[in-house]
């Protein structure tokens, strides 16, 4: 349990840099590993999901140096994994779980992996589907984890149409189609994060895109590259909300990722009236930049499917937001945050009304009467659910409480920010209470 920081009253101030982004520090290990060479990874995202990552290649063979934020990768190549002596602890990370399948296709070994509560109510068939048509054999628990990848070393090429739209999905079919004789063809149901795409070719591997139509070469030369990770944005969007929530603020956010398929939160912010602005960005495979954040005063806002790709993650805090904005916020097309770290329309629903918010949960959003103050109503507790990004939604709603607030199941926000609430301080100024 958790005392969060409330009665604050002076805004957010002052410039931090956030730490690296979760995905593309996933993404530097995997390609790290199956290239050959070293690679050099900095401002790699220590947390508990990137280390899953990490000490799953270990145990597949890879010789990986770490210290602080810096990773030192010895690649074996696509064919110089081995078979690992236990079975793989995904801990909670979906995306290790997912990527993980897809690449352990293409292996001459079966391989059982495993993973906590959470992670084991996800639904794995999204995956498992797609790489059966390649050649790959799988057992599983009713779709979900325990399984044991059966990996297939002649995989076919596949041509597949995701019918979900998900950056795991179609990383785990890009991972496997490496590992197929001949090209690929995968079709997104809408443009997702592209990481695993950009980090491909600069590897060496052979991508095209045409529209939501990707060509990927199996069987590439791979090389181990330098990776400098920018600071995630969906980290850096717990503080541009404070800073846009609490009056007063004025906070620079360095270096955070600015790739489109991930800057969703601040198109959203601006559509309801949100001040932010971009300096000094710059290109290297990801686009970053400052972000520079003022406290203002925001309206309501209609969230449609087209939208959620590029807010998935981000979509607990904008139902925050939409608490603390003027008329009523309709968020549909989201039934994918049914099956994350928990059912967060659910979880965001039942904390946020136990802080004063009048929502309706729909099947696939939620509808939002703002504004309405955060007062919480007759308890002095909310809860993370193990889900650190809700964990770290509710510090950002504590900020704006009277009165002493605690939270449960903190421990979760280690998965993506170990530093979270010591970064919040930073800002902040320390506890107001
Ligand atoms: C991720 C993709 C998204 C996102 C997750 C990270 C990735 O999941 O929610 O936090 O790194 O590919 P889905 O692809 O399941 O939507």
């Not at 979760?22 to 390609?31: C, G, L, Q, V």
């Not at 990801?286 to 003022?294: K, L, N, P, Q, W």
């Not at 770290?392 to 607030?405: Q, R």
Request: charged share 15%.
């Amino acid at each position: 349990m958790k005392a969060l920081s409330t009665n604050h009253q002076n805004g957010l101030h002052g410039v931090l840099q956030v730490p690296g982004d979760k995905s593309i520090s996933h993404r530097s290990i995997i390609f790290g590993a199956i290239s050959h060479g070293d690679t050099e990874v900095s401002h790699f995202l220590s947390s508990e999901d990137c280390m899953t990552t990490l000490h799953a290649f270990q145990a597949l063979g890879v010789s990986i140096e770490h210290s602080d934020d810096q990773v030192l990768v010895h690649g074996v190549g696509l064919k110089g994994l081995s078979q690992p002596r236990q079975p793989l602890n995904m801990g909670n990370s979906g995306t290790t779980t997912r990527l993980m399948i897809g690449l352990l296709s293409g292996q001459p070994f079966p391989t059982k992996l495993f993973g906590d509560q959470s992670l084991s109510r996800r639904p794995m068939k999204r995956v498992t589907t797609p790489l059966s048509q390649l050649g790959a054999g799988f057992s599983t628990t009713e779709g979900r984890l325990p399984i044991t990848v059966d990996g297939c070393p002649t995989l076919r090429p596949v041509n597949y149409h995701l019918p979900v739209a998900s950056a795991q999905v179609k990383s785990a079919l890009i991972l496997a189609a490496l590992q197929a004789d001949g090209w690929s063809t995968i079709i997104e149901k809408q443009q997702t994060r592209d990481h695993t795409e950009i980090m491909l070719n600069a590897f060496g591997g052979e991508i095209q895109k045409n529209g939501l139509i990707l060509q990927v070469k199996g069987h590439p030369q791979l090389s181990g590259q330098r990776v400098t990770v920018p600071g995630d944005m969906s980290s850096a969007a717990f503080f541009i909300a404070a800073a846009v929530l609490q009056p007063g603020s004025e906070i620079v956010l360095k270096h955070v990722g600015l790739n489109p398929t991930r800057t969703g939160f601040l198109r959203v912010l601006q559509r309801m009236g949100a001040t932010i602005a971009i300096e000094n960005q710059t290109m290297h495979g990801e686009f970053a930049g400052d972000v520079i954040v003022r406290s203002s005063a925001l309206h309501s806002v209609q969230i449609t499917s087209s939208d959620i790709p590029d807010i998935i993650d981000e979509l607990p805090l904008l139902a925050l937001m939409a608490t603390q904005a003027e008329g009523t916020t309709t968020i549909t097309g989201a039934e994918e945050l049914r099956v994350k770290e928990t059912d967060r329309i659910a979880v965001v629903t039942e904390e946020l009304r136990k802080l004063g918010a009048v929502i309706t949960e729909l099947p696939d959003g939620m509808i939002i009467k703002g504004r309405t103050p955060i007062v919480p109503q007759g308890t002095s507790c909310v809860d993370s659910h193990g889900d650190h990004r809700i964990g770290m939604m509710l510090a950002v709603a504590a900020l704006s409480v009277a009165g002493d607030l605690s939270l449960a199941n903190d421990a979760a926000i280690r998965i993506s920010y170990p530093d979270f609430f010591a970064d919040l301080d930073q800002l902040t100024g320390g506890f107001a209470r």
